[in-house]
């Protein structure tokens, strides 16, 4: 097959279909697609599996803490794909020194649009984070992953200060963040300890999960769960939803809070300014770029006029919203 692969080539399948026990690869393979690991699919002659090689950050005692959560969404109903377990010890291998997992290729068919799949995703966060509620599996969890979508106001702070240093990055725009900041985090500070709780996904988006028609089939990526307030995936769902799809953006973001129901009455007065902390974490990633300037010039003409628009009228949209929803 053109465009090689370097674990393919280096007959490393035979030796993953042997350590996890799947029979013998049948010489097909196909690249998938992924932002921080290396995603492989494959076939054996027991079955379809998909091998994740996962990106430098991945430690073992993290796998085996998403593992024992994903154990608990599959015995709640909930389908996750679960990891197959090397020689019947741990839900991981290794290849070159790198950490990898293989999972049962899951038959389902990505986001195609329209009010139904996204209600329906709103419903399935819901179900997620019900299920990862309990005092139990919440008190358990040390994930801190290694990529978060939500960064603390000393976080957002640190990274402005630092673009401050650039000449070229306009003075203004700093000052016009560095206020949202205040706004946003005073707001967020003053209720956060009433929020509701869960161990949330931490990257949930339309394109995360697997659908049958209008039915949630699987949810998908849990690299970046955590225990945080549950509202965080709420936002980071609206942030997506606004920024990437905006022709859909207002029927999408009553469908997704439709699906997920009702939230608490700090939930839905938080929800604006949650959304923006979403998008001013974006901003502040310029900090990190290698060409910081032109990174912040996109992020701003992005970001800070869904900030403006959150902080007033639309702030009252998708509160309005998701009074509705519940």
Known sequence: MAG????????????????FNIGTWTGEWRQLGGAYNDNVGFSTDLGDYVLRILGGTAREEQLLEIYRIQLVLDEKGIRVPLPLKAEGEVPYG?????????????NGEPFTGGDGQVRASGAALRSFHEALAGADVIADCQLMPAVSFFKSYSNCCDALNHLTAIERISRYGLAEAFHAAEV???????VESELPQSIIHGDWHLW?????????ICILDLDNMQRAPRLLDIAYAM?????????????????????????????IDLLPYAVAAVALGFLCHAADSANPVRKWNKQYANQMPFIRW?????????????????
């Open 208 to 216: 995360n999960q697997l659908y049958e028609e209008d039915r949630v």
């Open 94 to 106: 290794k290849a070159e020194g790198r950490l990898l997992q293989v999972m049962p290729y899951v």
């Open 184 to 190: 946003i985090y005073e707001q967020w500070h003053s």
């Open 239 to 267: 942030w997506v939803i606004h920024i990437l799809l905006p022709n859909y953006s207002d029927a999408y973001r009553q469908a997704f809070l439709s699906g997920y129901g009702e939230m608490s009455a700090q939930e």
């Open 310 to 326: 959150l902080l007033a009228e639309g702030g009252e949209r998708l509160r309005a919203d998701a009074i509705c929803g519940g």
């Open 4 to 19: 090689g692969h370097w674990l393919v080539e280096a007959g490393g399948l035979e030796d993953i279909c042997a350590k």
